[in-house]
Nanobody, 129 residues
Framework: QVQLGESGGGLVQAGGSLRLSCAASPRTFSIYAMGWFRQAPGKERDFVAAISGSAPIYYADYADSVKGRFTISRDNAKNTVYLQMNSLKPEDTAVYYC????????????????????WGQGTQVTVSS
């Protein structure tokens, strides 16, 4: 059974940085796309970033609200995806969920949560003003 384990959340002041990690197991799981969504209290789960493809060609997509501040990357050897978050703002406060699929989804569909098959438990990110 595929499992996703997130780490790296925490409390940070506005303007600071955090790096989230998500490792997929078992290591034999062949990931096509991995991504991050977030959900703030009382709001829907929103797309943050995703990365898809096969080595050496990958495609990354970002929500407009995080473009230029967040960077998604992956390490295939570790079956892990990372989300580097810089210049954090209080409105970035949310539970961040890692997601993945081994199906070849269209890059235009990366921002839709129903395209993914596996989800992590979430990690809390809190940005203080």
């Amino acid at each position: 059974q595929v499992q996703l384990g997130e780490s790296g959340g925490g409390l940070v002041q506005a303007g600071g940085s955090l790096r989230l990690s998500c490792a997929a197991s078992p290591r034999t799981f062949s990931i096509y796309a991995m991504g991050w969504f977030r959900q703030a209290p009382g709001k829907e789960r929103d797309f943050v970033a995703a990365i898809s493809g096969s080595a050496p060609i990958y495609y990354a997509d970002y929500a407009d609200s995080v473009k230029g501040r967040f960077t998604i990357s992956r390490d295939n050897a570790k079956n892990t995806v990372y989300l580097q978050m810089n210049s954090l703002k209080p409105e970035d406060t949310a539970v961040y969920y890692c997601t993945a699929t081994d199906r070849g989804i269209n890059r235009l569909r990366l921002k839709f949560s129903n395209e993914y098959d596996y989800w992590g438990q979430g990690t809390q990110v809190t940005v203080s003003s």
